[in-house]
Every structure is written in structure tokens, then in C-alpha cells.
């Protein structure tokens, strides 16, 4: 009938052929059944609701940790750091990386909204 065949692929054979030349993966291993009791602890630790709560309570903090907005000035135009942090709150549903893209992206909007355009003796080429 002209069918193809459907191969099922689980998490492991997926992972295994992901991950290849990047980590070694075992995949009939019980992360429990080891004599490394260390690592064993570490997993079961993971593997509990207050370990995700904790990490959730971390990612929710570690934006306000690791930026620290300052004045940015180009020539006459000046963006408060008060307004830099107003925008990066405000975009507090991204990732940290794409907020901050955002947030050059309304300083250029600004920069160029306040005619500042004309101050500057190059083109801006987008």
C-alpha cells in the first residue's frame, strides 16, 4: 500500500542520539543503584518538589542578582538607568538575554524618536 513504516523512539533514544559526542549517556543505569552514595544522594535531592521550588525561587531572583542598570549616554541623549530598569522589570516574561536586546531596542527607538539622528555624524545602517 505504499505505507511507511513508523519507528517509536523513547526519551533515551532520542537523548542518546541528541547528546551524542557532547556527554556520555547511560541510559541502563538506575541513577539509585550505584556506589558513588554522594551522587546518589545528589539525585534523590533533585528529584524532590522542594529541590524545583527552590530552583524556581532562584530563577525568579537571579534577573535582579546579575543586572545592575547605569546611565547609558551617546553624545546629548541619556537613558536614566531608573528607565532601563523600569524596562527591564517591565519585560520580566522574557529570558534575561532577549530583555536586554529589548531594552537596547527602545534606546534606539528613543534615540531615534528624540532626533537625535541629526547630532551624529554616521548612519545607522539596521
Known sequence: MGE?????????????????????????????ETNDWKWAKRVRLKSTLSFVELADKYLQQMPNTIFEP??????????????????????SKHPVKQRLQMIADDILDRFGTENYYEDISFRIVA
Do not use: C, H
Open 70 to 91: 547605569a546611565d547609558y549616554t551617546f553624545g546629548r541623549f541619556t537613558a536614566q538607568w531608573e528607565w532601563i530598569k523600569q524596562r527591564f522589570d517591565a519585560y
Open 4 to 32: 511507511e513504516p513508523i519507528y517509536g523512539m523513547n526519551f533515551e533514544d532520542i537523548a542518546e542520539v541528541q547528546l551524542e559526542g557532547i556527554i556520555d549517556f547511560e541510559s541502563d543505569k538506575d541513577p539509585l
